[in-house]
């Protein structure tokens, strides 16, 4: 297709041989040829792309559990006779909440409820479909692709995708193994493998939720290092096929963008990680004994980073921490409203506040 610069050299030569014809001829041309009609006037509508922002976006919801029991599974303590008194009205009231952070997610970049949104600590299929026929969300017709993982108390990650904007081609459920100690092998959270069209776009995704620091950040983290040398695996697996693919890596990675298993394991020179300049001393996804931390990262590969010709381009990325997010008072002033703190109930969101990427559509 020629570009602006020829149609503009086309228009004036033009207008050049119209100024040297005789007067009957270029009155003659004019009735014969409306503006409307002018062949000109035509290219250089089409010549204007059309552009429209999206967002997307991940949440760890806290232990978002339905109130039944699973005997399969640890929810014991999210049941309304458990440890945690974890009631219908709750349970409700949490899908209320954590229903209308997502319908504004990114929402003053777009106007719009995000295109793609990862989740983490879910229990099942049944609270992500209660999630999404809440009344703020159901009108944004999502769909869901969701794996049970062997997580001892059950919880997963998922997608929510809006059906309008991307259409599933493949997906399935990634099995992790770590060493709990030499030689002992162990099952973790599975990685979530999701191939799609995203508004005229290819796009991967690998949804991820790394094993908990709970036993030292340094005793764990070679287990965190396993599951991004697992990414790295699907990540070579997919260029292998497609070399200029457009891959999305996002997580709750229970480490930072600076930390060993992502900055030298799973961020290599092939994607870019934008969380890198987001967390400071004051600002994080969440926060453990008053220090910031941000474990909860969207990373692009470099197919969304060209400048030029790039009908899906990274335009910025966002901490979600709206004051409503928030701890309004105390000593926990400023931290995610979480449900609950220990045992008590709080009636709060998450402890983690959600994180998005916002990306310009170029239609031509």
């Known amino acids: 297709m020629p570009t602006n610069k020829s149609f503009s050299f086309m228009y004036f030569r033009s207008l050049n041989e119209c100024i040297m014809s005789d007067h009957a001829n270029s009155e003659r041309t004019k009735q014969q040829v409306s503006p409307k009609d002018s062949p000109n006037t035509k290219v250089s509508q089409d010549a204007t792309p059309t552009t429209q922002q999206i967002v997307i976006g991940f949440y760890n919801l806290e232990n978002l559990f339905d109130t039944q029991n699973d005997p399969n599974t640890l929810d014991d303590d999210f049941t309304p006779d458990g440890f945690k008194n974890w009631t219908p009205k709750r349970y409700q009231n949490k899908l209320r909440k954590l229903s209308d952070v997502i319908a504004h997610l990114g929402s003053t970049e777009t106007q719009d409820a995000p295109s793609l949104l990862g989740v983490a600590e879910v229990e099942n299929f049944k609270v992500l479909k209660d999630l999404i026929n809440t009344k703020k969300l159901k009108e944004k017709?999502?769909?869901?692709?969701?794996?049970?993982?062997?997580?001892?108390?059950?919880?997963?990650?998922?997608?929510?995708?809006?059906?309008?904007?991307?259409?599933?081609?493949?997906?399935?459920?990634?099995?992790?193994?770590?060493?709990?100690?030499?030689?002992?092998?162990?099952?973790?959270?599975?990685?979530?493998?999701?191939?799609?069209?995203?508004?005229?776009?290819?796009?991967?995704?690998?949804?991820?939720?790394?094993?908990?620091?709970?036993?030292?950040?340094?005793?764990?983290?070679?287990?965190?290092?396993?599951?991004?040398?697992?990414?790295?695996?699907?990540?070579?697996?997919?260029?292998?096929?497609?070399?200029?693919?457009?891959?999305i890596i996002m997580g709750d990675f229970n480490d930072g963008p600076h930390a060993e298993s992502v900055k030298n394991h799973l961020v290599k020179d092939d994607f870019y990680n934008p969380m890198q300049f987001l967390l400071t001393r004051y600002?994080?996804?969440?926060?453990?004994?008053?220090?910031?931390?941000?474990?909860?990262?969207?990373?692009?590969?470099?197919?969304?980073?060209?400048?030029?010709?790039?009908?899906?381009?990274?335009?910025?990325?966002?901490?979600?921490?709206?004051?409503?997010?928030t701890e309004y008072n105390g000593k926990f002033k400023g931290n995610p409203f979480r449900t609950y703190g220990g045992r008590k109930y709080l009636g709060g969101y998450s402890d983690h506040f959600p994180v998005y990427c916002v990306l310009k559509i170029r239609e031509a």
């Not at 002992?184 to 939720?209: A, C, F, K, P, S």
């Not at 969304?304 to 966002?318: C, D, E, G, I, T």
């Open 283 to 325: 600002e994080g996804s969440l926060n453990h004994r008053f220090e910031w931390y941000l474990f909860d990262q969207i990373i692009l590969s470099n197919s969304f980073m060209r400048l030029h010709s790039n009908p899906m381009q990274y335009v910025k990325a966002k901490i979600e921490n709206d004051i409503s997010l």
């Open 141 to 247: 017709n999502y769909g869901i692709v969701h794996y049970d993982s062997p997580d001892e108390r059950g919880i997963d990650v998922g997608l929510l995708y809006r059906k309008d904007h991307f259409k599933i081609i493949d997906s399935k459920n990634i099995e992790v193994f770590v060493e709990t100690e030499p030689g002992v092998r162990d099952r973790t959270r599975d990685i979530l493998y999701v191939e799609g069209d995203l508004l005229g776009q290819r796009v991967y995704l690998l949804i991820n939720h790394w094993p908990s620091r709970r036993d030292g950040a340094e005793l764990t983290s070679h287990k965190r290092i396993t599951v991004a040398q697992h990414n790295r695996a699907m990540i070579s697996a997919i260029t292998k096929e497609n070399a200029k693919a457009r891959i």
